[in-house]
C-alpha cells in the first residue's frame, strides 16, 4: 500500500525532486511538511530575503543576516521556510566556555573555519548484533547484507563515512559473519580506502564497538555509524565536512521524528541549549531523535570502558552522551528537511527505504551510495579503476550506471 500510494503521487503531481520525494515520504512517516515552518523557534522572519530581527534572553537586539544568524547567534531552530534556509547546520553545545560563539547559557556553533589534519579521522561501522527486528529473515543473513533496492544494506553507511573524507575503516560484526563482509569488501583498496575487521563475539552495546576498537582508534577522532542507517540528501557531504572540524568532545546529530519514544531523544532548555538526552522516553520532552552517527575524540575509549551494563546486560551509547553533555562538551546538531534519515532495522523501515532509494535513483539518474562513484568523485580512485570494477557488472544497471558516469565525466 504504500509504495502503491507512493507511485500515484509520483505519476499524478509529477514528483521530480529529491526533496519533493523526500516530502512524500515524510508524509507517509507523519513529519511536517519539508516546507511548513518549525513551530518551536527563536527567529522570526518577515520576508524571505529580509534581515532576521532577533533577540537574545537580555533583550538586546540586532539585524543579522540569516547566514550571520546560523553561525553567530543563540538560535537552534528556524521558523523560516527551507527554501529560506542556509544550507550551514545549526550546531547546539552543552558548553559555556570563554570564546564560545553566541551568548553565554545558548547553544554554540562550530567555527567554519580549520580543517582537520590528515589521518586524525578513522570510521567504524557496528555491523553486529543478532537482527531480532528483522527476523527470520536474518536467521541465516546478517542484518547489514541484506539489500536494500540495488545494493547491500551496509553499502550505505560506508558511502557516508567515505563523503566525510574518511577512508580508514573498522567494520566490527559477528564470527560467523565475518568472511562474508571480508567477501563482499576485500580490503577496500578496490574504492581507494582501507578496512580492517573485529569480530564481536555476541552483543554487548553500540560502546563496545570504541572498546574493541582501541587499538584502532589510537589517539585518533573517531566516527561511527551503525550499519542499519541511511543518510541522504542535499549538502549532506558539506554537513560531514564540517562536522569533522571538530577537535574535542562529541557531537550527536538530531532529526524530527513523529514517534521520539523508540528513540534517545534531545532535551532543550527554553533558550535552546541542550541539557539532556533520555532514552525511549514515554513522555518526549522533544521531538528530536539522535541518530545512529556519533564522532566523539579518543576519550570515548576510556568513557566506553568505565561504562557499566544496563538492565538489558549492555553498553548504552546514551551513556556515553551523556557523560560528554556532563563534561560540557557535546555538540547536538539538527538535520534540516533537505536531509533524510533512515533506519532500516524493521520489516516496515527496509522496505520504506527500498521503495525512497528506488524513487530516488529512478527520478534523478543517480545512484545513492554507490561506493565506486563516491571513490571516484572524492578523488579515491580513477575512472581506469571504476572500468575496472564495472567490467564484470557490465550486464545489469549497476555496472552500465558506472561505465556510463566516466564517459560522461570524461566528455
Known sequence: MFRAGLERIRLKDGIGTIREIMCALDARRGQPPLDAP????IVN??????????VDSSGCKSAPSLDDALWHFPCYLLSIPNKCRSRNPIVISSGEKEGDMGFPGHPTAISPKSEPSPGTWKGIVLAGGAGTRLYPTTR?????LLP????????????????????????ITTPKDLPRFQALLEDGSQWGVRFSYVEQPHPAGIPDAFILGRDFIGNDRVCLILSDNIFHGD???????????????GLVF???????????????????????????????????AVTGLYLFDSRVVEIAARLVPSERGELEIID????????GELQVELLGGEITWMD???????????????IAESRRGVKVACLEEVAYRMGYIGPEQVRTLAEPLSKNGYGRYLLQMVENRAS
Open 38 to 41: 518549525i513551530r518551536r523557534a
Open 344 to 358: 532500516a532495522g524493521t520489516h516496515e523501515s527496509l522496505a520504506e527505504a527500498c521503495t525512497f532509494v528506488e
Open 45 to 54: 522572519l518577515s520576508k524571505p530575503g529580509n534581515h532576521l530581527p532577533m
Open 254 to 288: 538530531g532529526y524530527w521524528v513523529h514517534d521520539p519514544h523508540r528513540y534517545g531523544v534531545v532535551e532543550f532548555n527554553g533558550s535552546g541549549k541542550v541539557i539532556g538526552i533520555e532514552e525511549k522516553p514515554s513522555v518526549p520532552k522533544s521531538n528530536f
Open 235 to 249: 549538502g549532506l557531504e558539506t554537513i560531514l565536512r564540517r562536522a569533522l572540524r571538530l577537535k574535542t568532545g
Open 148 to 171: 536494500v533496492y540495488d545494493k547491500p544494506m551496509i553499502y550505505y553507511p560506508l558511502s557516508v563515512l567515505m563523503q566525510a573524507g574518511i577512508r580508514d575503516i573498522l567494520v
Open 140 to 144: 541465516a543473513v546478517s542484518k547489514p
Open 320 to 327: 556515553v552522551i551523556r557523560e560528554y553533555l556532563h563534561l
